[in-house]
């Protein structure tokens, strides 16, 4: 098919509009794959390995969305700051609980 439509023969240029309309989609924004928070979850707060899976699960988000696998990067994504958030927390009580033992 062509990219175009063909004008009918009845209708001549003069009594077209002369207007044009361009829409421009800007492109979805990629999600995040919060590798570097993995990264210093997993140097500095590696409570029970789960910094060293939110690092492998960032990864295989970064991994998605360079194939353009924008839905399974988002799910990966959005595993590996599930278990950022998890190391973070645990990680707080664990401080919480040594300074409160020490003092």
Same mark, same amino acid.
């Given at each position: !098919? @062509?990219?175009?439509?063909?004008? @009918? #023969?009845?209708? =001549? ?5 002369? =207007? #044009? ?8 924004? @990629? @999600?995040?794959?919060? /590798?570097?928070? =993995? !990264? ?17 699960? =960032? ?13 399974? &990067? /988002?799910?990966?994504?959005?595993? &590996?700051?599930? !278990?950022?958030?998890? &190391? ?5 009580? $664990?401080?919480? $609980?040594?300074?409160?033992?020490? &003092?």
């Amino acid at each position: !098919l @062509p990219p175009y439509e063909v004008m @009918p #023969t009845e209708v =001549s240029m003069e009594e077209m509009s002369r =207007s #044009t309309t361009v829409l421009l989609e800007e492109p979805p924004r @990629p @999600p995040r794959d919060h /590798l570097v928070w =993995s !990264l210093f979850t997993t140097l500095y707060g590696n409570f029970c390995c789960l910094g060293l899976l939110a690092f492998v699960f =960032s990864v295989k988000s970064r991994d998605r969305k360079v194939l353009g696998d924008y839905s399974g &990067a /988002l799910s990966y994504g959005s595993t &590996a700051k599930c !278990l950022n958030i998890t &190391a973070l927390v645990l990680n707080i009580i $664990i401080v919480i $609980i040594v300074v409160t033992v020490v &003092a």
